[in-house]
């Protein structure tokens, strides 16, 4: 019994000098007494990794376009519209390719509840914040960005044609071919009004002077 208590202690006396076993204890007392901050910063490292690979992945966008209707676009539609403008827009980042990206805000004429005054407060901030240039819309959103004059006249772009002096007719263009869009409403092109901040911004104005290129290439 002795001697089998006396090989166990020296077991355990030379396992211990094995440099092996004094890092695995280490390693296991520091984890005992830091496991809470060692999963923070591994939580936060992950987050970090994934918001910076977002960031550096995600594709470039050289134009933002934004339909606001009576009506909502279908989601079958986004795709073909995204292709439709691709074909006649520029590649103003300069990376080979062109990229739409096309965003919709259905507005309720009557505003009847909180989701229609969501939507003109989601235009709203749009119209000040967002690089939109120009907004494909109904006549009733036509008008209602004429009277709080968040459009301009076309003529600053020397587009000519239009049905008015601040919209030009689109839904039987290459614009909306082979969707939905236009089918029950008709559809206009309006150019957003130019603030100072936009004015001063080359990739802005880059966007603005390919509007009537665009034109001139799908309208009869």
Not at 14 to 22: L, Y
Not at 50 to 55: A, G, K, R, V, W
Not at 133 to 141: E, W
Not at 194 to 216: G, K
Request: glycine residues 4%; aromatic residues 12%; hydrophobic residues 45%.
């Amino acid at each position: 019994m002795k001697d089998d208590k006396k090989n166990a202690m020296e077991l355990n006396t030379g396992a211990k000098k094995n440099p092996v076993f004094r890092v695995y204890t280490w390693m296991k007392n520091y984890w005992y007494y830091y496991k809470i901050p060692i999963i923070v910063i591994l939580f936060a490292v992950v987050l970090l990794s994934s918001i910076l690979f977002s960031i550096f992945s995600k594709e470039k966008t050289d134009f933002t376009i934004a339909i606001v209707s009576q009506l909502g676009v279908d989601t079958e539609d986004y795709d073909t519209l995204r292709e439709n403008f691709e074909a006649h827009l520029p590649d103003i980042d300069g990376n080979g390719e062109v990229c739409v990206n096309l965003t919709s805000i259905q507005i309720d004429v009557n505003l009847t509840d909180e989701f229609s005054v969501a939507a003109y407060e989601a235009l709203t901030s749009m119209l000040l914040y967002d690089e939109v240039v120009f907004l494909i819309v109904d006549d009733y959103c036509a008008k209602y960005l004429q009277d709080i004059q968040a459009i301009e006249p076309l003529s600053v772009l020397g587009i000519e044609g239009g049905d008015d002096e601040y919209k030009i007719a689109i839904t039987d263009t290459d614009l909306l071919k082979d969707t939905s869009v236009g089918k029950y409403l008709d559809y206009y092109l309006v150019v957003k009004k130019l603030s100072e901040v936009d004015r001063d911004d080359a990739w802005y104005q880059a966007r603005r002077e390919a509007i009537a290129p665009m034109l001139a290439e799908v309208l009869p």
